[in-house]
């Protein structure tokens, strides 16, 4: 288990803006899934204590799956909601795989910039099975996918 800065982004309009996009069910599950998958939430609770369950499937079906052939699920909960500034989430992938155990934290925090806003990502305790370079581009594209939302894309 690591500790990760996987990075941010510059995003076009206000922390409340980008914080309604991080804490809108419909609005998440539009950008969040990365390239090449597809997603949505079975429940959704926003608020400490709260939490989801997000399934996400890739687009080729042959592409194995942390929880199934092809799928991925987590399980997630709320520690923190601070608007618009700050969530900090405790990630649990459903797997057998032991590469996938343990609760991973990610937290998102936003800061007010002349431009709009800058959103970093923070991972603590990534299982192993993640890889940096997967965990990397998997939240650059999420980002982006932020990014184009929050833009009015």
């Known amino acids: 288990m690591v500790h990760r800065d996987i990075g941010g982004a510059d995003l076009p309009a206000p922390p409340s803006v980008v914080f309604a996009a991080l804490t809108n069910a419909d609005a998440r599950a539009a950008w969040m899934p990365p390239s090449g998958m597809t997603g949505h939430f ?84 990534v299982p192993d099975g993640i890889s940096s370079a997967d965990h990397a581009t998997a939240f650059a594209a999420t980002l982006a996918n932020l990014k184009h939302h929050v833009s009015g894309g």
Do not use: C
């Open 42 to 125: 079975e429940w959704f609770d926003v608020r400490p204590g709260g939490g989801y369950r997000m399934v996400l499937a890739y687009d080729d079906p042959a592409h194995p799956g942390k929880t199934e052939a092809n799928t991925d699920v987590t399980d997630v909960r709320f520690v923190a909601v601070d608007p618009p500034h700050r969530i900090v989430e405790e990630v649990d992938f459903v797997s057998d795989d032991p590469q996938y155990a343990g609760t991973m934290t990610m937290t998102w925090s936003l800061e007010s910039a002349p431009f709009g806003t800058r959103v970093s990502i923070i991972a603590d305790n």
